[in-house]
């Protein structure tokens, strides 16, 4: 667990009980590499002691949902939209996603529309920055949907805004929904999703400006990033592959 994810006593017990574990385990798996940098650091382990396996995300049930119509109407206007979802907290960072969709809607001529989809108690103050900055009629909060898949499909781009994160799991179903991605470039996950800007945008994180600089770097360029392709290193029968490979070295030791 990244340092900066520890924002409870709940988190701080979570750590103190997983060192033990980590350190009596023949073998620890972490889901970023940034969380095996974690777990070496304050369990005192080696990099070999830790193998990363990302998550495993992309299913025929999730590009399945992606292929359906989505539900917002929006999507049936001739307007261009950017999709976030998550809980309405500050890891999210969805006020500084807000700010930044403020700053790209003063510099494009095109009708451009923000949805961010989820819900938590800083919904309101979402709502609150969009009427201080003079963009709540293009901004929707649609709180959880049955298919997230078709709403991401459809959009044009999508935004995560996060702080800090794990891993980033809805980067690479977003990915996977055929959708360009632009994201902070936080703990951890991200950047190695993106394989360091190579399949999106990385961006700074906690600050709107360059937030609002990549999307309009999206929206301006004709280039397409192969996000489909980079989502298939996440498919279920990748990850278990990387699995079965671990487990046989190990009990080979």
């Known amino acids: ?5 520890i ?6 017990l979570l750590l103190c009980f997983s060192i033990p574990i980590h350190r009596h385990a023949d073998h620890s798996i972490a889901v970023s590499e940034g969380v095996r940098k974690e777990i070496s650091r304050i369990a005192r382990l080696t990099s070999d002691d830790i193998s990363v396996v990302y998550n495993p995300i992309v299913t025929d049930r999730l590009k399945e949902s992606a292929a359906e119509p989505p539900d917002h109407p929006w999507f049936d206007e001739e307007v261009t939209t950017l999709v976030s979802t ?3 907290v500050e890891q ?3 006020d500084v996603l807000v700010r930044a969709f403020a700053i790209v809607r003063e510099q494009v001529d095109e009708d451009i529309r923000l949805l961010i989809f989820g819900d938590g108690p800083d919904t309101e103050q979402y709502r609150d920055i969009a009427e201080e900055c003079g963009i709540a009629e293009f901004v929707a909060f649609p709180g959880f949907v049955n298919n997230i898949f078709s709403e991401m499909a459809a959009a044009d781009i999508f935004v995560l805004s996060s702080r800090w994160e794990g891993f980033g799991n809805v980067v690479v179903e977003a990915m996977a929904c055929g959708t360009q991605i632009v994201s902070t470039d936080c703990q951890s996950g991200p950047a190695e999703i993106l394989a360091n800007g190579k399949y999106g945008t990385l961006t700074e994180v906690d600050n709107p400006q360059p937030l609002a600089e990549g999307i309009l770097s999206h929206l301006k360029q004709s ?5 489909e392709e980079r989502a298939e290193k996440f498919t279920t029968s990748e990850i278990a592959r990387k699995y079965a490979e671990i487990f046989e070295a190990v009990s080979s030791i």
């Open 7 to 12: 924002t409870s006593i709940k988190d701080v």
């Open 92 to 94: 999210k960072g969805f």
């Open 223 to 227: 280039h397409k990033y192969s996000v």
């Open 1 to 5: 667990m990244p340092t900066s994810d």
């Open 86 to 88: 998550g809980r309405h």
